[in-house]
Every structure is written in C-alpha cells, then in structure tokens.
C-alpha cells in the first residue's frame, strides 16, 4: 500500500505526518493533532531518491567515474590543477617549461 505525506494548512499546527491508504481511497482532510479541516497530501518523490550500489555494480561505477574524471583533467588545465593540487601543478609547469627552453 502506497505511503503518503501529509501537512497541516494551520499556521499554529504545520503538522506533517504519513499515512498509508489504497489510492483509490480519498486522503484525509483532519490533521490528527489539531483536529481541523485543514489537512493537504503534499507531493513528493517518494523517498529520499538515494541509489546505493554494491559489488561489482559499485566497482564498475568507481571505474566509470574515474576514467570521466581523467578525460576531463585532460581536456580541462583547472581541473587537473585541482585533483593534483596547485602547487605541484605549477612546479609541474614550471619544470615542463624549462626542458622546452633547452
């Protein structure tokens, strides 16, 4: 049976609970705490939307995004200076520089 979220329109209450009920079923329209008419179903994803990958599937993923992360530090010098820090960076830079001079 699906759960639904639900909310107190009353300023003074702001209520918010969950019900379980057959859709087909109306919702309901007292809050339980204040005892008026002012209950409203509140839209939501249903859940808090968290995927967690085990296994070989976490593996595959990890490997997924580094090779992402690889392409893209190629592709991009700001981001290779981050993931290998700015000051090795720039001494990186410095000596790549020099061997180009010679």
Known sequence: MPCYEHSCK???CNHEWEDEYSIKDDPPEYCPKCGQKT??????LGGKGIVELT???LVDKI???AQT???DAAKDAK???NLMGE???NDLQTRMDRRRRK
Not at 39 to 44: C, F, T
């Open 10 to 12: 009353n300023s003074d």
């Open 39 to 44: 209950a409203q179903r509140l839209i939501s």
């Open 55 to 57: 296994g070989r599937d």
């Open 63 to 65: 490997k997924a995004d």
């Open 69 to 71: 992360l690889k392409r």
């Open 79 to 81: 981001i290779y200076s």
């Open 87 to 89: 000051n090795k960076y």
